[in-house]
Nanobody, 116 residues
Framework: QVQLVESGGGLVQPGGSLRLSCAAS????????MGWHRQAPGKEREVVAS???????YYGDFVKGRFTISRDNARTTVYLQMSNLKPEDTAVYYC??????????WGQGTQVTVST
C-alpha cells in the first residue's frame, strides 16, 4: 500500500497562508486520486481538494479561489497552498490516496488552527 507523510500544519492568523505537503511512497498505481480531507470538531470529515493521475482537480465549494492543489515534477508529493485562511478552516487535515482499485491510504493528520 501507499504510505503518506504530511507536513506544513500549524497556527496561523486569519488572512494568513499555509502550505501543506504530502509525500507518497510505496505501491503507487497508475490510476488514482490524491488530496486532502479535513475534520473539524463535531463535524463530519469533508473533501477539501484532490487531484487525479490524469491531472483533473477538484475543490470543495468552500475553498475555491483560496486553496490550490498541485504536484511536484516527480509526481510523488502533493501540495495544498492555503491562502486567506479563516477561523472556520480550523480542522485536522488528512492526506489521502485513493487508487482506482484497492483500499485508500491515509496520512496521520496535521492540525491547522486559524486564530487570533
Amino acid at each position: 500500500q501507499v504510505q503518506l507523510v504530511e507536513s506544513g500544519g500549524g497556527l496561523v492568523q486569519p488572512g494568513g497562508s499555509l502550505r501543506l505537503s504530502c509525500a507518497a511512497s510505496g505501491s503507487i498505481s497508475s490510476s488514482y486520486a490524491m488530496g486532502w480531507h479535513r475534520q473539524a470538531p463535531g463535524k463530519e470529515r469533508e473533501v477539501v481538494a484532490s487531484i487525479t493521475s490524469g491531472d483533473t482537480t477538484y475543490y470543495g465549494d468552500f475553498v475555491k479561489g483560496r486553496f490550490t492543489i498541485s504536484r511536484d515534477n516527480a509526481r510523488t508529493t502533493v501540495y495544498l497552498q492555503m491562502s486567506n485562511l479563516k477561523p472556520e478552516d480550523t480542522a485536522v487535515y488528512y492526506c489521502n490516496f485513493r487508487p482506482n482499485l484497492g483500499p485508500a491510504s491515509w496520512g496521520q493528520g496535521t492540525q491547522v488552527t486559524v486564530s487570533t
